[in-house]
């Protein structure tokens, strides 16, 4: 072997053969390049960058982060190569208008069935538990009414009047239960109002029975059970009635108002699907220089043939539900206020005959008493005239006997101020007197509160009709609209599939 044999690329060839180790272990105790000792045109040299050992630590981490990584990055890729395409792009909007279809669809099918269910839970349940409590008020009024009449006269009271009471009371114990079952456990201080009616209901008919009994014997203490039994009913019992009442008539009117107001929300939703249609179809025509696309076109067909619908019936709750309702419901709220004030006027004049006092000290409420029934009349009268509906007969009714009402009211004002305790008995108790001349409080507040409750039987009546008018209008649109936007989400694929097609 020559002397250049050894540095010859055979020799170091054979060398490193020979030795590997030795020739790494001198590599990597070689020191590092300068980078202004590489050739020119290697200027991007920095693409592999020269590190020594201290960087062998982070070099290991970054293959392991971009090992890991390279998986989910290079699919994010590949769909976003994709995405970028013409057929990407199309496939992309397909997803995009079917969700918005399928989401606007939804919304307003849950909205309308969410609508049905508050109607008719407002039909079966919180009017009929509105009702029951005016119902529990009226005839709780009427039992302290009858019983306080039954005092005016001696001995034993008159089986007719007896009927009457035990009915007011009958009634007045199921119409407790009524409300009782109607309200629930959800609503804590209506359950507590009611409550404590039940149990007040029989403390005042024990104080009513004991003193029919010391009135039968002849012991002025009657006088004074009957006083403490009108007192507590008065100022307790019906007290806890009349807010029960006026609870649950604002629920009536509160369901009213959330279940008939128009879905502005889910129908924004469906017109704004219908906007997606118009710019996709708008899109796809500058793509496929074709103007029009059968499947877009069904699809947009059908979503208005949805926002119409759902417009229609929300027109129709709308209509029934507020401006009928209202009409219906004014005469009604009225007509109860001022039937509960004619029962306690007529109270009042009974407790005064009982007690052989005067009573011209609550003529000031009594004419407040009359002019609310006059007010409520008109409103009935009023109510008609604005649904060209003739006034009903029972309006002539109580016209005629308020006014006999108020002119009996003064003269037994007059018995009572001149000490002619037997005319005021017979102008508050006799209710079989007939004609102008003859004419009592007694016929007259029995005449009057007759019609009275006919009125607010139509009244309520006509409000049912309505809230039945306004479910009619909420009737298979929850359906109708879902099916109606799942159909325009298979119009939009079929539409949708030829225009992909011609790209594979």
Known sequence: MTGDEGHSPKGNLRQRLRHPWEHTRARRKAPLLNASELPHDTEDHWLDRVEDEESTPRSSLKTLWVTASSGPLYRVRVIWRFISTTPGKMVTLTIILATALFAAGYSMSDSSAARQRSLTEMLDTTEPTSYAAHNLYTSLSLADTMATTGMVQSGVVPEESLSVYYQALDRASHSASEVAAGIGDADSAAS?????????????????????????????????????????????????????????????????????RPQWVPLSGLLAAVIFLLIAQWWLWRIT???????????????????????????????????????????????????????????????????????????????????????????????????????????????????????????????????EFSTAMHLTTDVSAQGPQDRTTAEAFASLDGALSDLISQSRSTMRSFIRDGLGATALVSLAVLLLALSSVVAVVLGIRPRLQEYL
Do not use: C
């Not at 409520?376 to 005629?400: C, F, N, T």
């Open 192 to 260: 507590e109002l009611i409550a404590r009616v039940q149990r007040q209901l029989p403390v005042y008919a024990g104080l009513v029975e004991t003193s029919r009994a010391n009135n039968r014997q002849g012991n002025p203490v009657s006088v004074s059970y009957m006083a403490a039994a009108s007192s507590l009913m008065r100022n307790e019992i019906l007290e806890d009635a009349s807010a029960l009442f006026d609870h649950t008539s604002h629920s009536v009117s509160a369901q009213q108002y959330q279940a008939m």
């Open 289 to 419: 220089r074709r103007r029009l696309n059968k499947g877009f076109l069904a699809a947009t067909g059908m979503m208005l043939v949805a926002i119409l619908w759902v417009s229609g019936s929300n027109f129709a709750t709308w209509q029934a539900g507020n401006r009928s309702f209202e009409r219906a419901a004014l005469p009604w709220d009225s007509l109860t206020t001022s039937r509960i004030l004619a029962q306690q006027a007529r109270t009042t004049e009974t407790l005064a005959l009982v007690r052989r006092q005067s009573i011209e000290a609550t003529n000031s409420s009594f004419e407040e008493t009359t002019r609310a029934l006059s007010s409520a009349l008109d409103d009935v009268e009023r109510a008609h005239s604005e649904g060209k509906a003739p006034a009903p007969e029972a309006l002539g009714k109580a016209r005629a006997a308020l006014r006999q009402w108020e002119e009996a009211h003064e003269d037994l004002v007059a018995a009572l101020r001149s000490g």
